[in-house]
């Protein structure tokens, strides 16, 4: 019962790369989101998706792509990495729009110099 | 979607009842009450939520009064691995896009 996993947990990548958060889910849950946390704050949400298929923006989603195709699945892609995105990023599923237990990764720590 | 305020940091002491307390005045009729937990490190964990009243479970328990403008997270006999940052949330069941405050830094001392 692995519930989310997310890969790599650590990464640095030079400024104008891009790279992959990759995020996969074993719960058959139909909600998966990424959040972005920096220093002493909240997290701040970037994308989510309800469904295979169906994703939508959030609060910070500029610089980010996400796809879902399948169930299980929900990489996020940097497309062109700055310094502004170091952060760590964390994903998040639930099995439903009916309830807010969402259950996160442990999060990937992403350095951008 | 209704902002919370919640105490920046709070300590206590081995064997205590915690009380950290959340407000959120302008929260609507279809909002719940979710807190979270975190860790250093890790990703945050669910806790407890609520809509009215009190909700109990083996971790916690959960005070709501009746205007519903504020709510308590109550974590009994605590110990030092109770150390970490506590988030109140609030939204409407539906509402995907739940804001996260900065948390309340919980320290239990010896």
């Known amino acids: 019962n692995a519930g989310v996993t997310q890969t790599p947990k650590f990464q640095v990548l030079k400024t104008g790369q891009s790279m992959t958060l990759q995020c996969a889910q074993d719960?058959?849950?139909?909600?998966m989101s990424w959040y972005r946390q920096d220093p002493g704050m909240g997290l701040r949400l970037i994308h989510y998706?309800?469904?295979?298929?169906?994703?939508d923006q959030g609060e910070v989603p500029n610089g980010y792509n996400v796809s879902r195709s399948t169930t299980e699945d929900f990489p996020l892609r940097l497309l062109s990495a700055a310094p502004s995105q170091t952060s760590v990023y964390f994903c998040?599923?639930?099995?439903?729009?009916?309830?807010?237990?969402?259950?996160f990764g442990s999060g990937t720590r992403l350095t951008v110099v | 979607l209704a902002k919370t305020t919640q105490p920046i940091s709070m300590d206590s002491y081995e064997g205590q009842e915690v009380n950290i307390t959340c407000s959120h005045n302008?929260?609507?009729?279809?909002?719940?009450i979710t807190w979270y937990q975190q860790f250093p490190s890790q990703g945050p964990r669910f806790i407890i939520q609520?809509?009215?009243?009190?909700v109990t479970n083996e971790v916690a328990s959960l005070f709501i009064p009746a205007d519903r403008k504020s709510s308590t997270l109550s974590l009994p006999r605590v110990s030092l691995s109770d150390t970490a940052v506590y988030y109140c949330?609030?939204?409407?069941?539906?509402?995907?896009?739940?804001?996260w405050g900065a948390g309340t830094k919980l320290i239990i001392k010896p």
């Open positions: 998040a599923s639930s099995y439903s729009n009916k309830n807010y237990g969402y259950t």
């Open positions: 998706s309800v469904g295979a298929g169906i994703t």
């Open positions: 949330l609030v939204g409407d069941m539906g509402n995907y896009q739940l804001i």
């Open positions: 302008n929260i609507a009729t279809n909002d719940y």
């Open positions: 719960m058959n849950h139909e909600y």
């Open positions: 609520g809509y009215k009243t009190k």
